[in-house]
């Protein structure tokens, strides 16, 4: 079992520009939620998605936006790009009904 | 007002000194309470889910426990390989599907040998 994947690790962008983080959950998964860890804190949760879905969504300005696809990966988009998006953005898969999630290694993103 | 409080911030132990970390929580359903591992620039790694007050749950040197308003990880004879950020994390509510946890700021533990 190949646990949750992220692609790719790690990013440099420049301020403005745009980026997609993808993920692939656990086997078996078919609910993924992101989160948003900026360094010396706990992660922040970005939204989740269920059945091709946004089921849920934390504090976080439209500039991000995700979708689910059919064989349940997911990606999230981050528009405008600012310096305090630099973070490890982290994806966790879970089934349904069960409440123990299990995360990526996630991707560190840096806006210069 | 946070949700979660992990204390200390940081912990100093050696190997061998057993210790406690603490989480508090202020929910008004909990749904479950989560610890996490999680080391330098990877993803938390999952190490316990407890339901209810007065659950126990152990993994090698590492035992959770829950009580109404706090959870503690009961570290015992620790070693060098344990050092690690240990996360806390709450659930809320009692409907049916996976609401999102809030997490604590970890508590970043060093085990000197």
């Known amino acids: 079992d190949a646990g949750v994947t992220q692609s790719p690790t790690h990013l440099i962008k420049t301020r403005g520009q745009q980026v997609t983080l993808r993920c692939s959950p656990k086997?078996?998964?078919?609910?993924v939620s992101w989160y948003q860890q900026a360094l010396g804190q706990g992660p922040q949760f970005i939204f989740q998605?269920?059945?091709?879905?946004?089921?849920q969504r934390g504090n976080f300005p439209d500039r991000f936006s995700g979708h689910q696809f059919p064989n349940y990966s997911s990606e999230l988009n981050v528009n405008a790009l600012l310096l305090g998006d630099s973070a490890l953005y982290l994806c966790?898969?879970?089934?349904?009904?069960?409440?123990?999630?299990?995360f990526g290694q996630g991707t560190r993103l840096t806006v210069v | 007002e946070d949700q979660v409080t992990q204390s200390p911030e940081a912990l100093r132990l050696q190997e061998g000194e057993s210790s406690s970390l603490n989480c508090s929580y202020t929910?008004?359903?909990?749904?479950?309470l989560f610890w996490y591992r999680q080391d330098p620039g990877k993803g938390p790694e999952f190490l316990f889910t407890?339901?209810?007050a007065g659950e126990e749950k152990e993994k090698e040197r590492l035992k959770a426990t829950l009580t109404k308003k706090e959870s503690f990880l009961h570290i015992t004879a620790p070693k060098p390989e344990d050092s690690a950020t240990y996360l806390c994390?709450?659930?809320?509510?009692?409907?049916?599907?996976?609401?999102?946890?809030?997490f604590g700021k970890g508590t970043r533990l060093s085990v000197i040998a």
């Open positions: 086997s078996g998964h078919d609910t």
């Open positions: 994390a709450v659930q809320e509510g009692w409907d049916s599907g996976n609401t999102p946890l809030v």
């Open positions: 966790a898969s879970s089934v349904d009904e069960n409440t123990e999630a299990f």
């Open positions: 407890l339901y209810s």
């Open positions: 998605y269920y059945e091709e879905e946004e089921r």
């Open positions: 929910v008004s359903g909990l749904r479950g």
